[in-house]
């Protein structure tokens, strides 16, 4: 992405000083303060862009009775998005948000959320 911004000329003479004295060109310097101005709103308003990390030790978890449940209902939720716990459907839809609330609303928000594709097509892929 590309943005143009017009500077006081002040300014302009501060972002290049500075950026000469890090050794960096302006873009990088300008991007740079951005991200870090960025970065303190959002954890003083107890929101992030980043993404944060809530645990490292938490076990892997077996969803090989999902995998069953695909491979048996396939055809029938074609090109849906299904939520699943072990070999029960939980919510699904055309769309992944809903579903993931309907999840979350009936107790089950580590559900495997997933869009369910026909036997010939692509796999998916995003939007």
Do not use: C
């Amino acid at each position: 992405m590309s943005l143009n911004i017009d500077l006081p000329s002040e300014l302009q003479q501060r972002l290049e000083a500075e950026a000469k004295r890090q050794g960096v060109s302006i873009d990088a310097l300008a991007r740079s303060l951005l991200e870090e101005r960025l970065i303190s709103e959002d954890q003083q308003n107890g929101s992030s862009t980043l993404p944060r990390i809530i645990a490292t030790n938490l076990p892997i978890k077996d969803r090989s009775r999902e995998a069953h449940w695909l491979q048996q209902h396939k055809e029938e939720y074609a090109g849906q998005w299904v939520a699943l716990a072990g070999d029960r459907l939980v919510a699904s839809g055309n769309d992944l948000k809903q579903v993931a609330n309907a999840a979350r609303q009936l107790g089950e928000p580590d559900a495997l959320m997933t869009r369910v594709e026909s036997k010939g097509s692509l796999p998916f892929a995003g939007f």
